[in-house]
């Protein structure tokens, strides 16, 4: 079946543009993450959706960071003005829900947007 | 705060030998494990997870795990490592419960590049 997709693969913006990440996820996944990794270093946690419901969006570094999954599926990653800092690769994963409490299940990653800010 | 140890940056081993991918956390309470594999532009793949009981876990491609929690680490092993196993190794906590919904988030390593030689 369909993965956990993610667009563009590739993204490389100016210093000050705006730029918004696509994310896909599993059919049927109702929880969303999007992780930062650095380069050399592991991935950073942004912020958690459950369905529509973004409920925890402790690691977003700025407010220039912003998430949405209006519909409870897709989801966009739009960073606004960025600076050089927030080169990285980008990546979303999702995981099945089978309950309230359901940290025990493994989360499934898109292959993740490298953006390069010059 | 939650973190997670990867004390080796990369791991050298020949084909054939066992391979040891070593992982230690500091979190609060009790957590659920996970190792992920990543190979080049690609996501993470999962392999294996602990969450209760028999402390040796399997998974994936024939790799195991090892929880000990009097040393609070989750060592990756391999009784025979190939060439194709070459990538890069993350190990990832969660927790079982947390204020807010932080306990949904993955902690991750910052990695061990595992080297397979012929």
């Known amino acids: 079946g369909a993965g956990v997709s993610q667009s563009p693969r590739y993204k490389v913006a100016k210093r000050g543009q705006d730029v918004a990440l696509r994310c896909d996820p599993i059919?049927?996944?109702?929880?969303l993450f999007w992780y930062q990794q650095a380069l050399g270093q592991g991935p950073e946690f942004l912020t958690y959706f459950q369905n529509e419901a973004q409920l925890d969006k402790s690691g977003l570094p700025s407010d220039r960071f912003f998430a949405e999954r209006p519909e409870g599926s897709v989801s966009t990653l739009k960073i606004q003005r960025t600076q050089q800092e927030d080169s990285a690769v980008y990546l979303c994963?999702?995981?099945?829900?089978?309950?309230?409490?359901?940290?025990?299940?493994?989360?499934?990653f898109g292959p993740g947007t490298r953006l390069t800010v010059l | 705060a939650q973190s997670v140890a990867q004390p080796e940056d990369q791991v050298n081993v020949a084909e054939g030998n066992p391979l040891t991918v070593k992982c230690t956390y500091s979190?609060?309470?009790?957590?659920?494990l996970f190792w992920y594999v990543q190979y080049p532009n690609r996501g993470l793949q999962f392999l294996l997870k602990y969450i209760t009981g028999d402390n040796l876990v399997k998974g994936s491609y024939g790799f195991e795990a090892e929880f000990n929690k009097s040393q609070t680490s989750f060592h990756l092993k391999k009784p025979s490592a190939l060439v194709s196993d070459s990538a890069l190794y993350f190990c990832a906590v969660s927790l079982k419960v947390g204020a807010g919904y932080n306990f949904n988030k993955f902690y991750f390593g910052s990695g061990t590049k595992l080297n397979v030689k012929p």
């Open positions: 994963a999702s995981r099945r829900t089978s309950g309230v409490v359901d940290s025990y299940n493994e989360q499934f």
């Open positions: 979190v609060s309470g009790n957590p659920y």
């Open positions: 059919s049927g996944h109702v929880s």
